[in-house]
C-alpha cells in the first residue's frame, strides 16, 4: 500500500507551465512505477505519463510528448509533472497513480493500485 498526495494545480494561460508534485509514503514495493493520468469532464481517463523508479524509463502520451516531462526526486518519495507550452485542452484533474511492477502498459490506469486525490488544471486560450 502507498499513500499519494498531489499539488501543485491551479490556473495558466495557453503557453505556460505549470509543475505538479506527488508526495509518496508507504510501501516503496508498492510504488516501483508511478504514473500520471487525468481526467477531463465527459472524458475517459487519459494516461499521461510515467515513469519505472529503479532504470528511470519514462513514458509519454503522444499528446504531450515534448512538452511535458516527468521525474522522480533520488529519495522516491517525490514524482515531478512538468508541464510546459500548455495547451487549453490539457484542462483536466490530474491524478498520481502507483503500481507495484512494470508493466508494458504503463500508461492503463488498470496497471495502478494507488491513486491519489486528484489536482485541477486548469488551461485558458
Known amino acids: 500500500q502507498v499513500q499519494l498526495v498531489e499539488s501543485g494545480g491551479g490556473s495558466a494561460q495557453a503557453g505556460g507551465s505549470l509543475r505538479l508534485s506527488c508526495a509518496v509514503s508507504?510501501?516503496?514495493?508498492?510504488?516501483?512505477?508511478m504514473g500520471w493520468f487525468r481526467q477531463a469532464p465527459g472524458k475517459e481517463r487519459e494516461g499521461v505519463a510515467a515513469i519505472y523508479s529503479r532504470g528511470r524509463d519514462t513514458f509519454y502520451a503522444d499528446s504531450v510528448a515534448g512538452r511535458f516531462t516527468i521525474t522522480q526526486d533520488g529519495a522516491k518519495n517525490t514524482v515531478y509533472l512538468q508541464m510546459n507550452g500548455l495547451k487549453p485542452e490539457d484542462t483536466a484533474v490530474y491524478y498520481c497513480a502507483a503500481g507495484p511492477a512494470w508493466t508494458g502498459r504503463p500508461l492503463y490506469s488498470h496497471e495502478y493500485n494507488d491513486w491519489g486525490q486528484g489536482t485541477q488544471v486548469t488551461v485558458s486560450p
Open positions: 508507504g510501501d516503496t514495493q508498492s510504488s516501483r512505477l
